[in-house]
């Protein structure tokens, strides 16, 4: 059974980080891409950020426009983790956040690209 349990969620003030982790079980997910995506009351779910397998221990990256230079992408245990480190967080970065993952390779910027999901940890920026 797949599995995808994020953590690392929290309150924290704006200007701050947080770092965002998503185990990943029920089959080797090291080729598969894997992503972030938010959601904010009110607000239609949205990309934040991905990272795709290119072959051996190498990954690409993409992410969206509004967290670019501010939030990375990062992969560990062989492939099997997704993380994502937020600095410098801005209020409207106030979300539910989930981890999501698809066999297929490819930086997904939607949410019909993926086939498996986490239940989502929630991030709260205070100004």
């Known amino acids: 059974q797949v599995q995808l349990v994020e953590s690392g969620g929290g309150l924290v003030q704006a200007g701050g980080s947080l770092r965002l982790s998503c185990a990943a079980s029920?089959?080797?997910?090291?080729?598969?891409?894997m992503g972030w995506f938010r959601q904010a009351p009110g607000k239609e779910r949205e990309f934040v950020a991905v990272t795709n397998w290119t072959g051996g221990r190498t990954y690409n990256a993409d992410y969206a426009d509004s967290v670019k230079g501010r939030f990375t992408i990062f992969r560990g245990n062989a492939g099997n983790a997704v993380y994502l480190q937020m600095n410098s967080l801005k209020s409207e970065d106030t979300a539910v956040y989930y981890c999501a993952a698809d066999p297929r390779p490819r930086l997904g910027h939607s949410s019909t690209d993926y086939e498996y999901w986490g239940q989502g940890t929630q991030v709260t920026v205070s100004s």
């Open positions: 029920g089959r080797t997910f090291s080729s598969y891409c």
